[in-house]
C-alpha cells in the first residue's frame, strides 16, 4: 500500500506477506505428501474393508433409493476396486491431478447421496467402511467435506516429493531415443 496525494493506492500483483506464507505452507512438500498418504489410506481402507461383503454394500446403496436397482448394483460394485485404485494412486504418486479428481467425483457422489437421504427425513447407514466401521450417512458428512479439503489440496499442488508419476516420467524421457 502507498499513499498518492491523499488516496491510497494497493499494488495487487504483490501478495501480502501473510498469503504468501499460506501459499508456502499449503505447497509445502511434506504437507502434500502427508495429504496422499492420508487421503489415499483412506480410500484404500474403504475400499478394502467393502470389498469382502460387496452384496451387503450393494443392498445399503439401493436402500438409498437414488439410483434404479441396476445402476445401484453397478456402482456398489464398481466403488470398492475404484476406491481402492484411487487409493494406490494416490500413495504411490501416479497420476495425481487424475486419480485427485476423482476422488472428488466420488466425494461429491457421497455428498449428493447424504443430502438426498437427509432432505428426505431418513437416516441410513453409509456403508463407507463396510461392517469394520458402522456409522450413519449425518456422521460421515464431515469427514467428506474433510476429504474433500484433502483432495483440492492434492489437486492444486500435485507434489513430486516422494511420488513414483514423475520419476516414471523422467526415466521414460531418459531412455527416448535421440531424432
Same mark, same amino acid.
Given at each position: 500500500m502507498r499513499e498518492r496525494q491523499g488516496e491510497l493506492w494497493y499494488n495487487f500483483s504483490v501478495?501480502? &506477506?501473510?498469503?504468501? %506464507?499460506?501459499?508456502?505452507v499449503l505447497t509445502h512438500r511434506y504437507l502434500t505428501l502427508f495429504t496422499r498418504f492420508a487421503l489415499g489410506g483412506i480410500f484404500?481402507? $474403504?475400499? #478394502? $474393508?467393502? /470389498?469382502?461383503?460387496?452384496?451387503?454394500?450393494?443392498? @445399503?446403496?439401493?436402500?438409498y433409493e437414488i439410483l434404479p436397482y441396476s445402476l445401484a448394483q453397478i456402482y456398489g460394485y464398481v466403488l470398492p476396486p475404484l476406491e481402492v485404485a484411487i487409493g494406490v494412486f494416490l500413495v504411490l504418486g501416479l497420476l495425481l491431478r487424475i486419480s485427485s479428481s476423482v476422488s472428488i467425483l466420488v466425494l461429491i457422489s457421497f455428498v449428493i447421496a447424504k443430502g438426498i @437421504?437427509? $432432505? %428426505?427425513?431418513?437416516?441410513? &447407514?453409509?456403508?463407507?467402511?463396510?461392517? #469394520?466401521? #458402522?456409522? /450413519?450417512?449425518?456422521?460421515?458428512? #464431515?469427514?467428506?467435506?474433510?476429504?474433500? $479439503?484433502?483432495?483440492?489440496? @492434492?489437486?492444486?499442488? %500435485?507434489?513430486e516429493f516422494f511420488a513414483l508419476g514423475p520419476w516414471l516420467k523422467r526415466r521414460r524421457a531418459l531412455r527416448a531415443p535421440s531424432p
Open positions: 501478495p501480502p &506477506p501473510s498469503i504468501n %506464507r499460506i501459499g508456502q484404500i481402507f $474403504a475400499g #478394502v $474393508a467393502k /470389498l469382502g461383503q460387496l452384496q451387503g454394500f450393494v443392498q @445399503i446403496v439401493h436402500e @437421504i437427509f $432432505a %428426505r427425513g431418513m437416516e441410513l &447407514p453409509c456403508g463407507c467402511f463396510g461392517d #469394520v466401521a #458402522v456409522m /450413519l450417512g449425518s456422521q460421515t458428512l #464431515v469427514l467428506d467435506f474433510f476429504l474433500f $479439503a484433502l483432495a483440492f489440496q @492434492i489437486l492444486f499442488h %500435485r507434489g
